[in-house]
């Protein structure tokens, strides 16, 4: 398979998600079955931190825990000690005018387990759903403000992907404003619905990029993948926001995401990582929800990013996505009860 892929030639793929391009080169790697990190996440299991369960007074105030008042709480959702927005500014008119605006909004932290050495694909999928409807619980309560457009949910796994406490944990920024990307998306699958009449998202699957699927979800990379084993997570069935996720569909898609992070940790020597839940904003028209489809894309950190990606916003990926696909298809994981 490697040499096949070594052999091919540079290829640009446009990518209808955020209507940009991506540079396949695969002379510029190795063969895609011989993929790791060099940089791998091995935080230190016996650390104690302000985010292990009796250390609570060390953190910033608490918004709620599961379960709820429980000392053996499960999960806890924090302010964010250091917030790159703050929520006490007052909340901006609904129409910014000019150029800029009052950093108001919320920047909260998930801690998705009380124990320090646990990381996210050791729990159990009941467990992972568990944290998903932390996050719907968050995003309804952050819904309530007017003024916040839009909820980003990201995890940074490892120090290289943004990480600064090894604790399992994720985040939630709400913004008033629609971030660049997102608009991008909409515009994109806009564009899409307009001349097809049918969600792009929901037309997304194929064979040769498939990974492994349940009877609600499927996880895959994408056609035009920026990164080299990218993988999204898809709903089946179209839904807009993350947000509506219910607690059955939950377990199902804990299962699939423990299963994509144990496949990438096992091929790829456990690489630091970034998922972001990309979804729809909170204050979408009715005509909008057509062609908006939430998914989660995962992001493993192999190679960074330097000055023709910068200035170009073109993406250079040493590999094929269905190169990709078939190497994480083939990937068993051992039973883990």
């Known amino acids: 398979m490697g040499s096949s892929s070594q052999n091919r030639n540079p290829e640009l793929r446009k990518d209808a998600v955020w209507n940009r391009w991506v540079i396949f080169s695969p002379a510029r790697a190795k063969r895609p079955s011989e993929f790791k990190s060099k940089s791998p996440t091995d935080p230190n299991p016996n650390q104690q931190c302000p985010f292990c369960i009796g250390h609570e007074h060390e953190c910033a ?10 000392p053996n709480w499960k999960i806890r959702v924090i302010q964010n000690l250091y917030p790159a927005l703050s929520r006490t500014l007052p909340e ?14 919320f920047h909260d932290v ?19 759903a568990q944290v998903f409807l932390a996050y719907t619980k968050r995003i309804q309560e952050l819904a309530t403000h007017n003024s916040i457009k839009y909820v980003q949910v990201f995890k940074n796994h490892g120090a290289s992907a943004g990480a600064s406490m090894s604790h399992s944990h994720s985040q939630m920024m709400a913004l008033p404003i629609i971030p660049p990307n ?3 998306r909409l515009g994109s699958v806009k564009d899409y619905f307009d001349q097809t009449g049918k969600c792009f998202i929901c037309e997304i699957q194929r064979d040769d990029l498939l990974i492994d699927s349940s009877t609600n979800f499927f996880s895959m990379v994408p056609f035009a993948a920026t990164f080299p084993f ?4 898809v709903p089946r069935y179209h839904s807009p926001h993350f947000h509506e996720l219910d607690a059955e569909k939950a377990v199902e898609l804990g299962g699939l995401l423990k299963l994509m992070l144990r496949k990438m940790s096992l091929q790829l020597n456990n690489p630091p990582f970034n998922y972001m ?3 729809s904003p909170l204050h979408v028209k009715e005509s909008e929800l057509a062609y908006t489809h939430w998914f989660i894309q995962i992001v493993p950190q192999l190679i960074g990013i330097a000055g023709f990606e910068i200035g170009t916003g073109c993406h250079i990926n ?18 883990s009860g």
Do not use: N
């Not at 105030?61 to 429980?70: C, K, L, Q, S, Y």
């Open 61 to 70: 105030p608490e918004i709620f825990r599961v379960p709820p008042h429980d």
């Open 92 to 105: 901006p008119d609904l129409t910014p005018s000019g150029s800029v605006l009052d950093g108001f909004g």
């Open 110 to 128: 998930v801690i998705e387990t009380p124990v320090h050495p646990v990381q996210l694909c050791d729990l159990s999928p009941p467990e992972i």
């Open 182 to 184: 997102v608009s991008a």
């Open 230 to 233: 990218e993988i999204w997570i």
């Open 277 to 279: 839940i990309q979804t």
């Open 318 to 335: 040493p590999v094929f996505p269905e190169d990709a696909a078939k190497v994480l298809r083939e990937v068993k994981v051992p039973d």
